[in-house]
């Protein structure tokens, strides 16, 4: 009886795995809206249904096949597409597949007889397979045979592939009379392979090849670029290619001529073991290892591979918890932003620590591991992310203040701030006091920390791909909803400057358009400021990310040479900065693309320092060149401050009147030191650009104008030099002995020295 019930229960397991059930992938099968081929049960769907073969598809996820081997009345796999010709009534493959770096493993094809066309694709017509990893593959047929394709036709186009056969039986992968390759049977009518490779051991016979078995193209067209093979071949053939109906299709690709047994090959160049795992042997080519291709003496067998396309790495912990460590994973090597990352439950599970950074393409945290990214880590995954672990993100808060954050989670409650205050904007300040709220990506909150140097941890899934949120009129505050920071440089022309509570200081600061005591790189977790005209919706996407500046919360300082930078500075070392640039291409008037509005500080002990452009007070300014801008100041206490220029930009001098004491100060020559009283006039400061004290008096005998083009001095004097400077005092050419020069093309206002004989002065000029 226990014997016929285990007989039952193999019958009903292999009757189960023989019948394969047929599920139809979610999509339409356009090229907008592809079918999308997520399981084993997709792929058999997509071999039964011929008149589907004309379509869009892509893959979503690896797919074990291993199933296949019983499929057909242990025929195996089910070729896609098959010649018209053979058998009768076929139907060649002419859509798209695209394996979007995704593996196939196990394909298991055994067909006897006079089988033609085997291999995952049968027979192709003006087809593309691209970005497609096939692993321990095992195709056996009599002709027109390979692991991804029997025959590819008719402009077909095949980059990015690779198959690798049986590792452990010791027999042929790809067997079959004639036309074998380790990849493609046949390649004919124009079609052509590209950065593929093949490490498959073939038998093939006639005309067989370690990538390619027959390489039919037409004249001086290349048909195979960048591609390699590694298997051993037996039968009459070539290393790479096994025959080539013209000379010199084959461009840049190599077979390794000790482990395929060939020293010729028709088409290709062979390669010792060492020189194939050589990346000078590729690069030298002119192959690309920084967007297509990878090299690792670990990996691979220490062979290219192509970035992105089966490339699985898996961490192992064996040295650490430093995710940069490269022994910490299988394949001894730090994943990039192509490769595939499983997190594997180990005793040393990941960390990616403060100002350290992580890139994968797909993550897969497995049952049991946890993924922790530091307060000031950074990661960006570019693919999907499987969690059936643990993720956390944790986020430090180093006094009590309030901060501004976000979540970078899709599910944070308001009770992993138990104990502590949390509040969202709304025209105001609202206070969340239900515990159950939960976060919205992409929205700012402001936490007040009760303790001091407390961290914060976000688990649960990382918010990845496009994001957004509703914008009303007036001030909203947003956040960044990834773990990684996003580059403001990017956004800018949408949605003008960006502003951030910097806790630290009890100031406000702002960026825009390269300038600002604000930082680009908005952090992790930070949440920020903007100012919107109308209502409408804030979006980011994937591309917005970067690892610059993760761990530069709240500041930095301008990058740009040509920027007046001011800052004041209290007896307490608070200080506040403003911003100027003389820009022909600004207005006089709030710039939305090159302004920033000033966001005043509510702490009394804070200076605050500004500009006016009408009516509006701005903590960046650019306008065009002017003679002077009145300049704000204001504190809550009265005190002694000190203003100074960090930068001057190309502006050699740069004068500040003190309306109160009537003094003229040039900043290019050092500090000025002012006492202030509470309550004083905010005006109190100009700014000029070089030419207060200038004599614009003319000597009697002396006039100065323009005429054709040209600047000139009239006078009865002898004229010795004439030099001529731009407002910020910058200059432009110097003339000895004339008295006319070339008037600047462009307008502006422009100072004119003149020094004759018997006077010395220095003139403005005004050029319209």
Not at 251 to 271: L, Q, R, V
Not at 614 to 629: A, G, Q, T, Y
Request: aromatic share 12%; glycine share 12%; charged share 15%.
């Amino acid at each position: 009886m226990k014997n016929t019930i285990i007989l039952l229960f193999f019958l009903t397991v292999f009757s189960q795995i023989k019948s394969q059930t047929a599920i139809q992938p979610l999509g339409s099968g356009t090229e907008a809206d592809p079918y999308k081929i997520e399981s084993l049960n997709n792929l058999y769907w997509l071999t039964q249904n011929s008149n589907e073969w004309d379509k869009y598809y892509v893959q979503t996820s690896d797919i074990n096949a291993t199933t296949s081997t019983y499929w057909d009345d242990g025929d195996g796999f089910t070729p896609i597409g098959s010649n018209p010709g053979w058998p009768t009534n076929g139907v060649a493959f002419t859509g798209v597949y695209d394996g979007q770096g995704h593996v196939i493993d196990n394909i298991d094809i055994y067909r006897s007889g006079y089988s033609y066309y085997q291999g995952m694709f049968g027979y192709t017509s003006g087809a593309t397979l691209r970005n497609i990893g096939l692993t321990n593959i095992g195709v056996f047929g009599y002709r027109y045979i390979g692991a991804l394709a029997g025959v590819c036709t008719n402009s077909t186009v095949v980059e990015n592939c690779f198959s690798t056969g049986y590792t452990d039986y010791g027999i042929e992968a790809v067997r079959g009379t004639s036309y074998v390759g380790g990849l493609i049977g046949q390649l004919t009518f124009s079609s052509i392979v590209r950065n593929c490779y093949a490490q498959t051991s073939i038998n093939g016979g006639g005309n067989s090849g370690g990538l390619i078995g027959v390489n039919e193209s037409v004249p001086n067209v290349y048909s195979v670029i960048n591609c390699y093979s590694t298997g051993d071949v037996n039968g009459s053939g070539g290393g790479l290619i096994g025959w080539s109906n013209y000379d010199g299709i084959v461009e840049n690709s190599f077979w390794d001529t000790e482990t395929s047994g060939k020293s010729s090959s028709d088409g290709g160049a062979g390669k010792t073991t060492n020189e194939m795992q050589a990346q000078s042997t590729f690069t030298e080519a002119g192959w690309d290892f920084e967007n297509v291709w990878s090299i690792s003496a670990t990996y691979n067998s220490g062979y290219p591979y192509l970035q992105g396309v089966g490339t699985n790495f898996t961490w192992d912990g064996s040295v650490s918890t430093d995710w940069e460590t490269a022994g910490n994973w299988d394949s001894d090597a730090v994943p990039t932003s192509t490769d595939n990352v499983i997190i594997a439950s180990s005793g040393n599970n990941p960390i990616i620590g403060s100002d350290d950074t992580g890139d994968c393409n797909d993550l897969t945290i497995e049952n049991g591991a946890t993924l922790t990214i530091n307060s000031g880590g950074s990661l960006i995954t570019n693919g999907a992310i499987t969690n059936n672990g643990t993720i956390n993100v944790e986020r430090s808060i180093s006094d009590d203040e309030w901060h501004l954050i976000s979540s970078p989670i899709s599910s944070a409650a308001a009770d992993m701030f138990d104990g502590n205050y949390l509040q969202y904007y709304d025209n105001g300040w609202v206070d969340i006091t239900d515990p159950a709220v939960t976060m919205t990506p992409a929205k700012g909150y402001s936490l007040w920390s009760v303790a001091k140097s407390t961290t914060f941890t976000f688990s649960g899934d990382l918010n990845t791909g496009d994001q957004s949120l509703n914008t009303a009129v007036g001030w909203n505050l947003l956040g960044n909803p990834y773990p990684s920071p996003i580059d403001w440089a990017q956004l800018d022309d949408t949605y003008g400057a960006v502003y951030y509570w910097d806790a630290a200081e009890g100031n406000n600061k702002s960026w825009n358009a390269g300038v600002g005591a604000g930082s680009q790189y908005v952090p992790a977790m930070q949440g920020f400021w903007i100012k919107a005209t109308t209502a409408g919706t804030f979006s980011l996407t994937n591309d917005n990310r970067t690892h610059s500046g993760s761990t530069n919360y709240y500041k930095a300082g301008s990058e740009l040479s040509n920027i007046i930078e001011l800052q004041v500075t209290a007896e307490n070392d608070y200080f506040d900065q403003l911003f100027i640039s003389l820009n022909e291409a600004a207005t006089s008037d709030f710039d939305f693309h090159y302004d920033a509005y000033k966001l005043f500080t509510s702490r009394d002990d804070v200076p605050q320092l500004y500009s006016f452009a009408d009516s509006k007070v701005l903590s960046i300014d650019r306008r065009p060149v002017c003679e002077e801008i009145q300049l704000g100041f204001r504190c809550g206490e009265s005190g002694e401050y000190t203003l100074k220029a960090n930068d001057l930009g190309d502006i050699s001098v740069l004068i500040l009147e003190d309306a109160k004491t009537d003094i003229f100060h040039d900043l290019a020559t050092g500090d000025y030191v002012f006492n202030y009283e509470f309550g004083e006039d905010e005006k109190r400061f100009k700014l000029h650009f070089g030419i207060t004290g200038t004599n614009e008096a003319e000597p009697v005998d002396m006039q100065v104008y323009t005429a054709g083009g040209e600047i000139r001095v009239k006078t009865q004097a002898t004229v010795n030099q004439l030099i001529l400077r731009d407002v910020t005092g910058r200059t432009l050419g110097c003339w000895e002995k004339m008295q006319s020069i070339p008037a600047p093309k462009t307008a502006g206002i422009f100072l004119l020295s003149i020094e004759t004989n018997t006077n010395q002065l220095t003139k403005k000029i005004i050029i319209k």
